[in-house]
């Protein structure tokens, strides 16, 4: 069946310290990918997005992502933390021909310690 | 550029009753909004796809007859939650896209919360 899977469902990491949250999607084709950031009763800001090209897409924040075909994966990756990156973190698709539906992955809850 | 609103930014109702919440695109004309429902600690959650001057394209499960979706014009689109109860409180969130068919980026609403007592 066709998904997208978020495998930490919390993660905690100190302020300065380097993140990564992963994601993988199983698709018969490479589909378009994204991550969204939530904060607590807040809709969904883009951070990045990567449809063909160069693998490796920098998005707001500092954030970046790197798409591995082989892997099927979509990682984001920020090198230093900041207390403000505590959130809710979503990788989503849309496969292309869709109507533009995006299928969310289970999200990630960032913490962040002092 | 590229807002969209939600209201009511929150709403308590008593079961019964009916509640309806806006989205609004207010610098760029939707042809298609999406409505997602999200319950606590959770992913959202695709209830439907609305395009302008056409009826809702529901997801499996979703009552259509509960969550009514009227895409009126290319700004707004509407969801009215009907006769609601406990088990439909929860975070509603829509987004909105211009273009056709193809792929363009979805702008999503701040989300309304719904409580039903």
């Known amino acids: 069946a066709q998904s997208v899977t978020q495998p930490d469902i919390h993660i905690t990491v100190s302020e300065g310290a380097s993140l990564e949250l992963r994601c993988n999607y199983s698709?018969?084709?490479?589909?378009?990918l994204f991550w969204y950031v939530q904060s607590p009763g807040q809709g969904l800001q883009l951070l990045l997005k990567?449809?063909?090209?160069?693998?490796l897409v920098q998005g707001i924040k500092g954030f970046e992502a790197e798409f591995k075909r082989s892997q099927s994966s979509f990682n984001l990756r920020k090198p230093s933390v900041h207390w403000s990156d505590a959130a809710e973190y979503f990788c989503?698709?849309?496969?292309?021909?869709?109507?533009?539906?995006?299928?969310f992955g289970q999200g990630t809850t960032l913490q962040v310690k002092p | 550029g590229a807002v969209v609103s939600q209201h009511p930014s929150w709403v308590i109702c008593k079961s019964g009753t009916s509640v309806k919440i806006e989205c609004r695109s207010l610098?760029?004309?939707?042809?298609?909004m999406f409505w997602y429902r999200q319950f606590p600690k959770q992913s959202l959650m695709l209830m439907a796809t609305?395009?302008?001057?056409?009826?809702?394209?529901?997801e499996q499960g979703v009552e259509k007859d509960k969550f009514l979706i009227n895409h009126a014009s290319l700004t707004l689109s509407t969801l009215t939650v009907t006769s609601a109860h406990p088990e439909d409180s929860s975070f509603y969130i829509c987004?909105?896209?211009?273009?056709?068919?193809?792929?363009?980026?979805?702008?999503f609403g701040p989300g309304t919360r719904l409580t039903v007592l």
């Open positions: 987004s909105a896209k211009q273009g056709g068919p193809s792929y363009n980026e979805q702008f």
């Open positions: 698709y018969g084709a490479t589909p378009y």
């Open positions: 990567y449809f063909s090209g160069d693998t």
């Open positions: 989503a698709v849309v496969l292309f021909g869709n109507t533009g539906k995006l299928i």
């Open positions: 610098d760029f004309q939707a042809t298609t």
């Open positions: 609305s395009n302008e001057g056409s009826k809702a394209t529901y």
